[in-house]
């Protein structure tokens, strides 16, 4: 492995860039600024950099904290439509524990996370929540592939499933969430398993689709343990400027002058950039490999490096997207004060943490791969209905400011899949508007956890809804740290939060038992 | 008008006709006995009898009792999938009056009907409830066609809709219900209305529909008013005997000596059929016209006549599926039972009570348009996702004994539509099994009107599920009858069902104003 791809933070950086750069390459958007990435629909969630190639195929896995049986479901490719080709059916992966269930007979639990836009195999790996809790509640654990994702590609193969809208139409949350339910009805009644208890838990987007899994499947779950689901980020419920606002203010609140100098740099770079020799100048400060550099591609790998930071700002060390030290924003902004006066030290020394934590990479590659991954999932469900409305940076934002724009996202969505956007889509589906009026009286057993620090808090459900909608809140947590693996670092908080998702959950299950008694 | 159509009855029992001689035509069928017709899927709702054809069109009507403007809505063909072709659109029809609408300061409600399986103008004009309570809530009316039905019609004509799977297969009760979602939210916009609370309501098909849109979508509707929605009669929930068991029930309930004449009639004209000259003997015993009679086409006649009157056992005169007389059953039986024992003689009367109320047909035509109502959408429907499991007859039974079979049904869809039925497809996707232990704690404002006279309540929820998810039952009543516009000669219990009904309506408004207050 040479040094240029020695780091895993650096391969991540790798796979966060394709998304990036795709609107780099269109260079008709008429934006006001320099920056011409943040015509974008939305940040990516930071799942969907995970693509099935960086993990081995396995029949089995088995660590010494997670085990799992790799199984296939022959899956219908439109559960809404009668026309022929809709009968057409592809295999849907799912890894299945049974090490600690207790069994049919004791109508034990199943508890299903629902997965997300990327392999299943990491989503099992990261979310130590459901391998630690199985014990306890003799639970059968399934994590359940999206279509789409991993090695859960209709058609055979990603090629086809993703050259255009007419094979890579049919990826959809409302045909995701039918998998699911196609999946575990029959899984449950294969197992003879038909009175034990279903809880979908997810995070991220795989915590919206355990929400709405809940909402419009009541009769296959009895509730969903939603950790960090952005499900108000949409149009006219969440201010586009709020993702934004949360990452500033990450930084902000750490150090003042932190905040200040990474809001000033862009202006710095640019100004560089304009100067003769002026791109070789910025290539040394940031020690980018000689193969490629523009002054875009640097400032959407700093900002990457800002924004993927904040989401996962855990007070614990943690290898999820990157390898990463506890606070990592808080070391980030002691590089930034440390650095004093010197030019674009600080910056790069942020950076650097976040690239290159374990100290391996010699140089990094602005350029890697990026059409490698360009038509990837999560793009052209971002594209199409997942019109997270996360774009806007106000004057006050530590990235250059941005009025939010839909009609930019419309025309980049236009000319990256030739699609058109249904932004009212998910909230006509899903609901989201007036959510407190809506769910007070509709619905039940649902957790909202949110940790502050998070950028996409600023789209989750924040407070009670009813008394058994309710939302966990941590001033202190990032984006799902309550279904990582425990450590012997976690501050008070985090067990409090996962304790109390614990005694929740009891209490579902308490309540089904003894509705079925 | 010839003497043969003269009737509407006769003009209905043509359009009846149409579905069940389908299966008539298939020879290949393994039936155990002579009746062919009985592999068909289930018997259609009677309001899929109605086409489009029927009813004049027009941009208004008008009448002493129902007023309403005719609109059109730009739908979009596939809510699920983002495929090029699923963003075609279609003209989807619906129905508005504003006469008594409060309009959108007051928050004056809106009461929906979420349009079943016919022209949306026949039911508008056979739901006087909404209009006859517009006044009292100052609600705004709308009336959904339910796409592929009447004018809602995708690809310009039903001759392309109904081709074959290809265009046929967008036909979907998913499909609806987000046509209706949608149809909706833009309606409230356009009126400014979005603070106005929606009450969709329904009856058969419809009232399955309206039950799951408040399922599905809280977020659009503050409750429902379901009426005779059999939504558990399928597979593995309601036994597919329960339908004719209670046809037999009716019936026998009105006069022993009724039940075992047609019960043993079926015999008799198998044995009549097979002489010489038999067949003749039977077209003279009921007056069937000359132009065509075999032993299946006659049973089938007369079979419909049996269950439409059962489903329409209205204790009031009525002209819904056919002008009828008050307490129909009762009519029959006394006709039957007058007739003493001469051949045929009670059957003929009894028929002729159904088909020819009026008086007007000289004969019946038996092979009356076959053909032309061949492919219709409830046939396309019931061999798809609407199995609704009736087909079974007890040795019991009113009807020649049947013992239920899936691989017939899915047979005669395989060669009817070439199409293989989904039969869980509606448990799966909007539930029904242990639906006591599963709404008891998640929905809320569903009400449940079932007549236990109708054969359709078998399939109907019919005791409360919860505080606010209750069920009205009506031991007189028969196929949604509460719907239907107040008579002055309504039996107390009707008012009194209606009052119920208008009274928890009241509450839920109530409620709903509480809230956004």
Same mark, same amino acid.
């Given at each position: 492995?040479?040094?240029?791809?020695?780091?895993?933070?650096?391969?991540?950086?790798?796979?966060?860039?394709?998304?990036?750069?795709?609107?780099?390459?269109?260079?008709?958007?008429?934006? !006001? %600024?320099?920056?011409?990435?943040?015509?974008?629909?939305?940040?990516?969630?930071?799942?969907?950099?995970?693509?099935?190639?960086?993990?081995?195929?396995?029949?089995?896995?088995?660590?010494?904290?997670?085990?799992?049986?790799?199984?296939?479901?022959?899956?219908?490719l439109d559960h809404f439509n009668y026309v022929p080709w809709g009968y057409e059916t592809f295999q849907q992966r799912y890894l299945i524990n049974s090490k600690y269930w207790?069994?049919?007979?004791?109508?034990?639990?199943?508890?299903?996370?629902?997965?997300?836009?990327?392999?299943?195999?990491?989503?099992?790996?990261?979310? $130590?929540?459901?391998?630690e809790n199985a014990p306890y509640f003799k639970a059968l654990l399934v994590f359940i592939e999206h279509r789409y994702y991993g090695e859960s590609i209709p058609y055979g193969?990603?090629?086809?499933?993703?050259?255009?809208?007419?094979?890579? #139409?049919? &990826?959809?949350?409302?045909?995701?969430?039918?998998?699911?339910?196609?999946?575990?009805?029959?899984?449950?009644?294969?197992?003879?398993?038909?009175?034990?208890?279903?809880?979908?838990?997810? #995070?991220?987007?795989?915590?919206?689709?355990?929400?709405?899994?809940?909402?419009?499947?009541?009769?296959?779950?009895?509730?969903?343990?939603?950790?960090?689901?952005?499900?108000?980020?949409?149009?006219?419920?969440?201010?586009?400027?709020?993702?934004?606002?949360?990452?500033?203010?990450?930084?902000?609140?750490?150090?003042?002058?932190?905040?200040?100098?990474?809001?000033?740099?862009?202006?710095?770079?640019?100004?560089?950039?304009?100067?003769?020799?002026?791109?070789?100048?910025?290539?040394? %400060?940031?020690?980018?490999?000689?193969?490629?550099?523009?002054?875009?591609? &640097?400032?959407?790998?700093?900002?990457?490096?800002?924004?993927?930071?904040?989401?996962?700002?855990?007070?614990?060390?943690? %290898?999820?997207?990157?390898?990463?030290?506890?606070?990592?924003?808080?070391?980030?902004?002691?590089?930034?004060?440390?650095?004093?006066?010197?030019?674009?030290?600080?910056?790069?020394?942020?950076?650097?943490?976040?690239?290159?934590?374990?100290?391996?990479?010699?140089?990094?590659? &602005?350029?890697?791969?990026?059409?490698?991954?360009?038509?990837? #999932?999560?793009?052209?469900?971002?594209?199409?209905?997942?019109?997270?409305?996360?774009?806007?940076?106000?004057?006050?934002?530590?990235?250059?400011?941005?009025?939010?724009?839909?009609?930019?996202?419309?025309?980049?969505?236009?000319? !990256?899949?030739?699609?058109?956007?249904?932004?009212?889509?998910?909230?006509?589906?899903? $609901?989201?508007?007036?959510?407190?009026?809506?769910?007070?009286?509709?619905?039940?057993?649902?957790?909202?956890?949110?940790?502050?620090?998070?950028?996409?808090?600023?789209?989750?459900?924040?407070?009670?809804?009813?008394d058994s909608i309710v939302a966990l809140v941590a001033k202190e947590g990032a984006h799902h740290i309550d279904l990582r693996f425990s450590t012997e670092g976690d501050p008070?908080?985090? !067990?409090?939060?996962?304790?109390?998702?614990?005694?929740?959950?009891?209490?579902?299950?308490?309540?089904?038992?003894?509705?079925?008694?």
């Amino acid at each position: 492995m040479g040094p240029e791809m020695a780091s895993s933070a650096m391969t991540v950086a790798a796979l966060i860039f394709s998304l990036f750069s795709l609107s780099n390459s269109i260079n008709t958007f008429p934006l !006001s %600024s320099h920056y011409r990435s943040i015509g974008r629909p939305s940040p990516p969630f930071p799942s969907s950099l995970i693509k099935p190639e960086l993990l081995k195929p396995t029949i089995s896995y088995s660590s010494e904290k997670v085990y799992y049986e790799i199984k296939y479901f022959t899956q219908t490719l439109d559960h809404f439509n009668y026309v022929p080709w809709g009968y057409e059916t592809f295999q849907q992966r799912y890894l299945i524990n049974s090490k600690y269930w207790g069994g049919p007979i004791d109508k034990a639990p199943i508890f299903v996370y629902t997965g997300n836009e990327g392999d299943v195999e990491w989503f099992a790996q990261n979310t $130590g929540f459901m391998f630690e809790n199985a014990p306890y509640f003799k639970a059968l654990l399934v994590f359940i592939e999206h279509r789409y994702y991993g090695e859960s590609i209709p058609y055979g193969s990603e090629e086809i499933a993703y050259k255009n809208a007419s094979t890579h #139409g049919y &990826l959809s949350s409302a045909q995701a969430l039918a998998d699911y339910a196609m999946l575990i009805i029959d899984l449950k009644k294969n197992l003879s398993a038909e009175d034990s208890p279903v809880v979908v838990m997810g #995070g991220s987007y795989g915590g919206m689709l355990a929400t709405w899994f809940r909402l419009k499947y009541p009769h296959v779950c009895i509730g969903a343990l939603a950790s960090s689901a952005p499900i108000l980020n949409f149009a006219d419920i969440t201010s586009p400027y709020s993702f934004n606002n949360i990452v500033t203010e990450d930084f902000r609140s750490e150090s003042e002058n932190c905040y200040k100098v990474i809001k000033n740099s862009w202006q710095k770079i640019h100004e560089t950039a304009q100067q003769p020799g002026g791109l070789e100048e910025l290539r040394k %400060s940031f020690r980018i490999c000689p193969n490629y550099i523009s002054e875009d591609s &640097l400032t959407n790998w700093l900002e990457r490096a800002f924004i993927y930071t904040a989401m996962t700002d855990y007070p614990v060390p943690s %290898s999820f997207l990157a390898p990463l030290p506890a606070f990592p924003i808080e070391q980030m902004c002691k590089a930034v004060d440390d650095a004093g006066d010197e030019q674009f030290k600080g910056i790069y020394e942020a950076a650097n943490i976040f690239y290159n934590y374990t100290g391996d990479s010699m140089c990094f590659n &602005l350029s890697d791969n990026s059409d490698r991954h360009g038509l990837n #999932g999560w793009g052209f469900q971002a594209c199409t209905e997942m019109l997270l409305a996360t774009g806007g940076r106000t004057q006050e934002s530590i990235f250059p400011p941005y009025t939010y724009n839909y009609t930019q996202t419309q025309e980049y969505c236009q000319q !990256s899949y030739g699609i058109n956007p249904r932004p009212h889509w998910i909230t006509t589906h899903f $609901g989201g508007h007036d959510i407190k009026r809506v769910l007070k009286r509709f619905g039940s057993n649902i957790i909202f956890f949110n940790g502050l620090r998070d950028p996409w808090s600023g789209g989750g459900v924040l407070e009670n809804l009813s008394d058994s909608i309710v939302a966990l809140v941590a001033k202190e947590g990032a984006h799902h740290i309550d279904l990582r693996f425990s450590t012997e670092g976690d501050p008070m908080w985090l !067990s409090e939060v996962r304790k109390r998702e614990i005694h929740i959950l009891s209490m579902w299950l308490e309540q089904y038992y003894k509705d079925i008694a």
